[in-house]
């Protein structure tokens, strides 16, 4: 994808910065030849893939060049992580999705966010290969490939897509539909995707249980909190981006009072 033009927005980094994810991630896309970028190892929870390191210093230094003054706090970086959270930094996940760029499906990202005093004000996320860019500033909407997505309508508990990462719903996610009684669902990768499908009105609910980071949710949560959408943590509670980086899971939803029927839902 050839970066750019974008419309205008009213942040100064914010078209910076979307040039800087769509030119790591068409990188992204070209190193998925090379299977020293494809492989790694688990670590944890998480798959660790070659492209991860890659992406990684490719964006950072992007980042850098945009605004030195401003530091990196990356998934990548573990010394960037132990530090106390600056005032402003650049909160960044080079490749979510790993898993799915490793073994061949579409769903990954490259992405980042702007965080100032304690909460995302920029975003950017670019998914290579649909070659399909969502980006965000706080208070003027969000957008899709450069044009506004409009405000997401009511999505009531039941009605709808549910999302999730398996071929059919599994898990928590099996749960949430049995009982509120989804029949719709779509498969995606990365939860940063899955989370930006809610905001153009592909899906509407994802819920997951398993650990997820700032770096994951801080980008998608914007763009889709700018269209009317919400994401709390999976008990409701709102996330922070203070203190720690890692919470049990979340919920992203179009309709904000349907992500907390499902909190309440989970905690009973």
Not at 163 to 178: F, H, K, L
Not at 189 to 213: E, M, N, Y
Not at 238 to 253: A, D, I, K, M, S
Not at 254 to 268: E, G, H, N, Q
Request: include cysteine.
């Amino acid at each position: 994808m050839t970066p750019g033009p974008y419309p205008s927005p009213s942040h100064p980094l914010s078209e910076a910065m979307a040039e800087a994810v769509v030119a790591v991630g068409d990188r992204l896309r070209a190193w998925r030849s090379d299977p020293a970028a494809r492989g790694g190892a688990w670590d944890g929870d998480q798959f660790k893939a070659g492209a991860d390191a890659l992406a990684h210093r490719a964006l950072s230094e992007r980042l850098a060049a945009i605004d030195g003054r401003i530091p990196v706090v990356s998934e990548e970086d573990p010394a960037s992580l132990r530090r106390e959270r600056p005032p402003r930094y650049w909160l960044i996940d080079p490749v979510d999705g790993t898993a799915s760029y490793a073994h061949g499906f579409p769903g990954y990202v490259t992405q980042a966010a702007l965080v100032i005093g304690g909460r995302p004000e920029v975003a950017a996320v670019f998914a290579p290969e649909s070659e399909t860019l969502y980006t965000a500033v706080r208070g003027q909407g969000a957008r899709r490939d450069g044009r506004s997505l409009p405000p997401l309508g009511a999505a009531p508990p039941g009605r709808g897509v549910l999302t999730d990462n398996t071929p059919e719903p599994r898990g928590i996610a099996r749960r949430v539909r049995e009982h509120f009684g989804y029949g719709g669902y779509l498969e995606s990768g990365s939860i940063s995707l899955k989370l930006c499908l809610i905001a153009d009105g592909s899906a509407h609910l994802f819920v997951k249980d398993v650990p997820v980071r700032d770096w994951d949710v801080a980008a998608p949560a914007l763009v889709l909190e700018e269209v009317g959408g919400l994401v709390t943590r999976l008990d409701g509670s709102p996330f922070g981006y203070r203190g720690p980086y890692e919470h049990t899971g979340l919920v992203g939803g179009a309709d904000p009072s349907t992500c907390r029927a499902v909190a309440r839902w989970l905690a009973s």
